[in-house]
C-alpha cells in the first residue's frame, strides 16, 4: 500500500523509537504480560504500523462497498442507506403466546421476525412423540401441524415482514407450511421474504438437530434451492452458520474457514445436482457470532467476506456479483454470557453489536442478559433491542461505511484471519471435503481442542471473565426468570388430536405415500411435502415418511 | 493401585449443546478417571443401561434444554428401581437456581450451573463417590 522507500523511513523510524522512547518506558514500567493474545489466542503485537500492511494491494484486497471483493462491505451506502435488519430470534410455548411476542418485537421497532422453535420440532417428532416429553415448548415454539403455523403468524402480514426461521433438518417441511399459510393470507410465493438455516452440515459439527445422514440431508438441502430458484425467489434458502460453530468454542479464523468449507459443500452438492451457480448463488446467506474481542471480530467479519468473493470467483466461476457477495446475519455470542452478575451482560452484548456493526453486518440479534439462566423475558429482550437501537442511532459508527478500514491492526488481522481460514479449507480440501472431514471427526476435535484450551485459560486465571474468575461478589439467586408453563405438553397433544379428527385422513395417507414416493426417486421432494402440509399431515408424520426412507444420521462420538 | 473412578458423561433431552459435556469429559480424564461419554439425544433408559453395562460409580449429565426437572429425575428413579442407587448422579447446565432443590430432593447430587470450574467438578466426585 505504501512505496519502498516510504516503507524503509517507516521501519528505521520505527527501530530508533523502540532504541529510544519505549526501551526507557520499558525499563520504567514494564508491561503487565510477556504475550499479549486477541479473544482467539493469537498473539497481538504492541503495535501496527504501515510495515505491517506493506503487502496489500488496495484496489484489489481492500477496494470498495459493494464491488468485489467486497471487503469493505455488502453494499455501497451500507448504514447510510439504511440500518441493519434488527431480528430478535424468538419463541416460545405455544403459537399463540409466540405470535403475542412477535407483535410486540414490531411494535417495539424489531424490523423482522426470526423464529425459535422447539426441539422436538427441529427434530422432526410432533409434540406427542415419547421423546418429546418435557421439552415441548421449551427452547422455542412447537409447531405440529399448519393449523399451530396459521395461529403463529395471524395478522401478521407475510408481503409485509421478512422471517427467518432457525430450522435444518426439517427445513422443506416448515417452508412448506410458510408458504401455505401466505396462500391462506392471499400472498403468493414470489411475494415472501426471509430465510430458513437449513444448514444441517453445522448440526452434525456443532448444533446437534440433525435427522437424516449426510448424503440425503444434501439433497433436501439442494432440492430447496431449487425449488425456491423457481417459486420463491426472494427467499433465502440457506443460512450457513459459523454461529454454532464459535460457540462450541471454535476460534475467530476456524469459525470463518469450516463455515466457508460447509458453504463450498452446499455450492459443489448443488452443482453436482444439475444447477447453474449463477442461480442459486445469490439466495445464499451466511450467519456469523459476535465475540468478545471487538477489534479481532471487525477483521474477522472483513476476511469472510473477501474470501467467500474470492472462492465464488476463482473457484466456482460466478459470473454474477450477486454471486460473490457475502451477506450475513449476526448473533451476539452466548457463549461469553455469564449466570454471575447478569446485568454485566448488557456490556458484553453492547460491545458485540458494534463489532457486528462495524463488520458490516445485514442483521443482527442480541441476546438478553438472562439467556445464561433462562429464556429472556420481555423486559431483558427490550434492553437488547435498545442496545442495537443505540448503537444505530447515538453511537455515530454507522455514519461512514466500514470505519475501521485502513487500522494497520484491522487490515493486518483481517489478512491473517483470511489466511488462517484458507490453510483449513486446503485441508478440509484434502480430507476429501466438509461432509468427510465431519464423518471423520477432524472439525468436531479441532473446535473442541479450542474450547478445552479456552476453559483452561479462565481456570488457570489466564483469561479473566468479569464476575466469573474476578471481581466476584456474593450474590442471591435472581428472580423473575421466564418460565414455560409445563401444561404446554398436554395442550399441544390435544391440538393435534383436534387437527386430526378434523382433517381429511383419506387425503393425508395419500399425499404421504406420494412423498414417500419421490422420496425414494430422484425427483424434487418440495411440491409433494406441500401438499401433504396443506392437508395438515404433522411434521411429525412428514419426517416419519422421509426417516424411513432416508434412515437417521449416527452422530460419531469424539472427546 | 486404587481403582480408578469410573463417569458416565451423559446427555439427556434433545439439545445439541455438548461443550460442556465434553468439557467435563475431557477434564475428568485428565484427572485420571475413566470417562464415557454417551453423545447426543440419550433417553434415561438408555443412559441408565449404560451405566449399569459399564459399571460407572458416577453419572454426570448435562442438559440445556430446560427437560432437567423431567428428565434428571427420571434417571434416579430408574437407577434406584434397576439397584443401582448407589451411583452418585450429578447435572449441569441452564438450570435456573429455583429447580435446584427440587432437583436434589430427587436424589440429584449436585448441580452446577454456568461458570463453574472442571476443578470444583472433579472435588466433588472425589469427595462423594461411593466406593464399592
Redesign the interface.
Same mark, same amino acid.
Do not use: I, Q, W
Given at each position: 500500500m505504501f512505496d519502498k522507500q516510504e516503507i524503509a523511513l517507516i521501519q528505521e523510524a520505527k527501530k530508533e523509537w523502540e532504541d529510544s522512547v519505549l526501551a526507557k518506558s520499558l525499563a520504567k514500567a514494564p508491561e503487565s504480560k510477556e504475550v499479549f493474545r486477541t479473544g482467539s489466542g493469537d498473539v497481538i503485537n504492541r503495535l501496527y504500523t504501515p510495515d505491517d500492511i506493506k503487502d496489500i494491494d488496495y484496489k484489489n484486497e481492500i477496494g470498495f462497498p459493494g464491488q468485489y471483493p467486497f471487503t469493505r462491505g455488502y453494499q455501497p451506502t451500507m448504514y447510510r442507506g439504511r440500518n441493519w435488519t434488527m431480528r430478535m430470534y424468538a419463541g416460545f410455548a405455544t403459537a399463540e403466546e409466540s405470535n403475542e411476542r412477535y407483535k410486540y418485537l414490531v411494535e417495539q421497532g424489531s424490523t423482522g421476525l426470526s423464529v425459535a422453535f422447539d426441539l422436538p420440532t427441529q427434530i422432526g417428532y410432533d409434540s406427542d412423540h415419547p421423546l418429546s416429553e418435557g421439552e415441548v415448548g421449551k427452547v422455542g415454539v412447537a409447531i405440529d401441524s399448519l393449523a399451530d403455523m396459521e395461529i403463529l403468524f395471524n395478522g401478521i402480514p407475510l408481503d409485509k415482514v421478512s422471517t427467518s426461521m432457525t430450522i435444518n433438518a426439517p427445513a422443506s417441511v416448515l417452508l412448506a407450511m410458510y408458504i401455505a399459510v401466505a396462500e391462506k393470507q392471499g400472498v403468493t410465493p414470489d411475494k415472501l421474504r426471509g430465510t430458513i438455516q437449513n444448514d444441517v452440515l453445522k448440526e452434525y459439527i456443532a448444533r446437534g438437530t440433525y435427522i437424516f445422514p449426510t448424503e440425503p440431508s444434501m439433497r433436501l438441502i439442494t432440492n430447496i434451492f431449487e425449488y425456491c430458484t423457481k417459486n420463491v425467489p426472494q427467499w433465502n434458502t440457506i443460512s450457513i452458520s459459523g454461529y454454532h460453530i464459535r460457540e462450541a468454542g471454535s476460534t475467530a479464523a476456524q469459525e470463518v474457514g469450516f463455515t466457508l468449507a460447509d458453504g463450498i459443500a452446499y455450492v459443489e452438492a448443488a452443482i453436482k445436482a444439475g444447477l447453474n451457480v449463477d442461480d442459486f448463488a445469490p439466495r445464499l446467506s451466511f450467519f456469523f457470532n459476535a465475540h468478545l474481542d471487538v477489534l479481532e471480530e471487525v477483521a474477522k467479519y472483513r476476511a469472510a467476506r473477501r474470501l467467500w468473493a474470492k472462492i465464488m470467483k476463482e473457484r466456482f466461476g460466478a459470473k454474477k456479483e450477486k454471486s460473490m457477495m457475502l451477506k450475513f446475519h449476526t448473533q451476539t455470542a452466548g457463549c461469553t454470557l455469564t449466570a454471575q452478575q447478569p446485568n454485566n451482560n448488557i456490556i458484553r452484548v453492547a460491545m458485540q453489536t458494534l463489532a457486528a456493526v462495524m463488520g458490516g453486518t445485514q442483521s443482527l440479534h442480541t441476546n438478553s442478559r438472562d439467556e445464561a439462566l433462562a429464556l429472556p423475558t420481555t423486559e431483558s429482550v427490550t434492553i437488547a433491542l435498545r442496545t442495537q437501537q443505540i448503537v444505530a442511532y447515538e453511537s455515530g459508527v454507522t455514519r461512514t461505511v466500514d470505519p475501521l478500514a485502513g487500522s494497520y491492526y484491522v487490515e493486518a488481522k483481517t489478512k491473517q484471519i483470511e489466511e488462517e481460514a484458507m490453510a483449513y479449507i486446503k485441508k478440509i480440501d484434502e480430507l476429501g471435503g466438509a461432509t468427510r472431514a465431519i464423518d471423520l471427526g477432524y472439525i468436531q476435535q479441532e473446535i473442541s481442542d479450542s474450547a478445552y484450551k479456552y476453559q483452561m485459560e479462565i481456570e488457570s486465571g489466564e483469561r479473566i471473565v468479569v464476575g466469573v474468575n474476578k471481581f466476584q461478589v456474593e450474590e442471591e439467586p435472581p428472580k423473575g426468570l421466564l418460565r414455560v408453563d409445563p401444561s404446554v405438553g398436554e395442550m399441544q397433544k390435544k391440538k393435534i388430536q383436534d387437527v386430526k379428527a378434523k382433517r381429511n385422513n383419506e387425503a393425508v395417507t395419500e399425499k404421504l405415500a406420494a412423498l414417500k414416493k419421490a422420496c425414494e426417486g430422484t425427483e424434487n421432494v418440495m411440491p409433494f411435502i406441500l401438499d401433504a402440509v396443506r392437508e395438515y399431515a404433522t411434521l411429525g408424520e412428514i419426517c416419519g415418511v422421509m426417516r424411513e426412507v432416508f434412515g437417521e444420521y449416527e452422530q460419531s462420538v469424539l472427546l | 493401585m486404587e481403582k480408578p473412578i469410573r463417569v458416565l458423561v451423559a446427555k439427556p433431552? %434433545?439439545?445439541?449443546?455438548? *461443550?460442556g459435556a465434553?468439557?467435563i469429559? *475431557?477434564?475428568l *480424564?485428565d484427572a485420571g478417571m475413566e470417562?464415557i461419554? =454417551?453423545? %447426543?439425544?440419550q433417553?434415561p433408559e438408555q443412559i441408565v443401561a449404560a451405566a449399569i453395562q459399564e459399571d460407572v460409580d458416577v453419572i454426570g449429565m448435562s442438559i440445556l434444554?430446560?427437560?432437567h426437572?423431567? %428428565?434428571l429425575p427420571k434417571v434416579v428413579e430408574l437407577l434406584r428401581e434397576q439397584g443401582a442407587g448407589d451411583i452418585l448422579v450429578f447435572g449441569g447446565g441452564?438450570i435456573?437456581?429455583?429447580d435446584i432443590p427440587g432437583l436434589k430432593a430427587a436424589g440429584i447430587a449436585e448441580v452446577f450451573?454456568?461458570?463453574t =470450574? =472442571? =476443578?470444583e467438578t472433579i472435588e466433588f466426585i472425589k469427595n462423594n463417590v461411593k466406593k464399592n
Open positions: - | 433431552g %434433545l439439545d445439541g449443546h455438548d *461443550r465434553k468439557m469429559a *475431557r477434564a *480424564r470417562v461419554y =454417551t453423545g %447426543l439425544r433417553s434444554s430446560g427437560a426437572n423431567h %428428565l441452564v435456573p437456581e429455583e450451573t454456568p461458570g =470450574t =472442571t =476443578t
